[in-house]
């Protein structure tokens, strides 16, 4: 396998006095999907606030073999690592062609952003119907596939999704999770954080499972999907 | 007739106080600022505009352009240094601080610039053109285009261009604006540098058309204010229809009422639109 795209080693973090990840360790590989998975409090979020650099954190993070603790936001995200948050973030007094636009780096030239516009319209051809649409007044299936759209518009190599299926419609859902796998087909990767392990583990290839801040299983996701304990903790069966 | 020239005047007045608005309703907007210096910064602007015309011989409208470059380095390096430690604090500690600056502005420019009464007079500060028989004071047109200009421009410039975009967007969404690659802090010194420079240049306009001491300042943030809680602050346009409104409704005071009472209506009409429409005349105030 090549070298990892994101190194995560003995991540701590947390907010003020309370401590939230102890040491938490995982890798993501290229043109992987990477799913990690937990329940409500278990640090998944904080994780991705951490690395996108918006929690104080210690470690060793490296992205492509760059240390993180020296890159700002700004850099990151013109290294190609994106995240679309937990409840999408968009800009939602903007149109939907507006909020794809601030996805992308400054210095653009116009016709590489024309083309980004039309392949994001392309995996997404509702939101080519929207373009003109305030953000805010669409519905929450189509909110979040202009927030992954968004993410995507930079043409990234790591794309970080928390909680992308909170409050859709399993339909909506069902489409982001395919869109997701024919991105990855195109070699970006996606590290996918949920709390929904059913379909988080059915397009993953590998899993972490994290509770109270610690990575406490790995593996395919296959296998994670099959083992009795997870089963009986996150699948409800 | 008497009615109509009134009328003409408001609205030559009103174009000046959208454009004196436009910075405080930009700056608040954006950096949820409400700025109590911002009138020093018009003052400031006067004088720069006052000093180029009297020392360096240029015409006040073609000085306007460096006042406003003045003013952006100011208000920029007062944003970076001063401003940015109490940004996202509370309200009262932004008030405080601002509060404090225009004091302090004030009684700079009281020390360096005298407090006599100054005006800016170029040789067709006079002249008056007939239009339909009513009189339009060149200068006070002049003065009206520029805001009126001015204002339709950062309107362009905040829906059309990438940095306008990444201003709002930072309005809008402080998280999101971070993650895709906005600096905020570079965002907020820009937005406050454009805010004062805004008050610059309608403060170079405020001398053409009406006298200036370091004391304006005080007054014409309030009149900023009443029209940014007018307009709302989600658009420049509708800092337009609040200037224009203010200045109309200041003049039609003056004549009908009596000149010594347009503080009354401006303030009366503040009060008014906080009871009956606190969300501004037209969409959003903060």
């Known amino acids: ?237 | 007739m008497l009615l109509a020239q009134v009328l003409l005047n408001g609205l030559l007045l009103g174009g000046l106080y959208a454009l004196m608005a436009l910075g405080l309703a930009l700056v608040w907007g954006v950096l949820n600022i409400v700025n109590l210096s911002h009138g020093a910064f018009i003052m400031l602007g006067a004088y720069a505009t006052y000093f180029l015309f009297t020392q360096a011989h240029l015409d006040p409208f073609l000085a306007l352009p460096f006042a406003a470059l003045a003013l952006f380095v100011l208000g920029y390096a007062v944003q970076r240094g001063i401003l940015n430690l109490v940004i996202r604090g509370p309200m009262f500690n932004t008030l405080l601080i601002t509060f404090g600056l225009e004091v302090v502005i004030t009684f700079l420019a009281q020390l360096f610039f005298s407090a006599d009464f100054r005006t800016i007079n170029p040789v067709y500060a006079g002249t008056n053109f007939d239009l339909g028989g009513l009189t339009v004071p060149q200068v006070q047109l002049m003065a009206f285009a520029i805001a009126i200009g001015l204002t339709l421009g950062l309107w362009a410039f905040l829906l059309h261009s990438r940095p306008g975009r990444s201003i709002r967007a930072v309005s809008q969404n402080l998280l999101a604006a971070q993650l895709y690659g906005i600096e905020p802090r570079r965002i907020y010194a820009v937005t406050f540098g454009l805010g004062t420079a805004l008050a610059g240049v309608a403060g170079g306009l405020y001398g053409t058309v009406s006298q200036i001491n370091p004391y304006i300042g005080t007054a014409l943030t309030a009149k900023s204010f009443v029209i940014a809680i007018i307009g709302g602050l989600d658009n420049p346009l509708g800092v337009i229809v609040g200037g224009l409104f203010l200045g109309v409704a200041e003049s039609l005071t003056a004549l009908y009422i009596g000149p010594t009472y347009t503080d009354v209506a401006s303030f009366g009409i503040l009060v008014l639109v906080l009871i009956v429409k606190p969300t501004g005349l037209l969409g959003r105030t903060a």
Not at chain 1, 42 to 65: C, E, I, M, N, Y
Not at chain 1, 113 to 133: D, H
């Open chain 1, 1 to 237: 396998m090549n070298a990892p795209l994101l190194t995560v080693k003995n991540l701590r973090a947390g907010y003020g006095e309370m401590q939230v990840l102890y040491d938490l360790s995982l890798d993501v590989h290229p043109a992987e999907i990477v799913a990690l998975v937990g329940s409500n409090g278990a640090g998944k979020t904080t994780l991705l606030r951490a690395l996108s650099h918006l929690l104080p954190w210690q470690g060793d993070v490296r992205f492509d073999g760059h240390s993180l603790q020296s890159l700002s936001p700004n850099r990151l995200f013109a290294l190609g690592m994106v995240q679309v948050p937990e409840g999408r973030q968009l800009f939602d007094r903007m149109s939907v062609e507006e909020n794809l636009l601030l996805g992308t780096l400054a210095g653009t030239a116009r016709d590489a952003l024309r083309r980004n516009l039309e392949r994001c319209y392309g995996l997404f051809p509702i939101l080519a119907k929207r373009r003109k649409q305030l953000a805010g007044n669409m519905s929450g299936g189509e909110q979040q596939m202009c927030a992954v759209a968004r993410a995507l518009m930079s043409g990234p190599r790591l794309v970080m999704i928390d909680e992308m299926s909170l409050g859709l419609a399993p339909v909506a859902v069902d489409a982001l999770l395919d869109t997701l796998r024919l991105v990855r087909t195109q070699g970006v990767t996606v590290l996918l954080v949920e709390q929904d392990v059913h379909s988080a583990l059915h397009v993953a290839d590998r899993a972490y499972v994290m509770e109270s801040g610690r990575i406490v299983r790995e593996g395919p996701a296959s296998e994670l999907a099959d083992d009795p304990e997870v089963q009986r903790a996150y699948l409800g069966l």
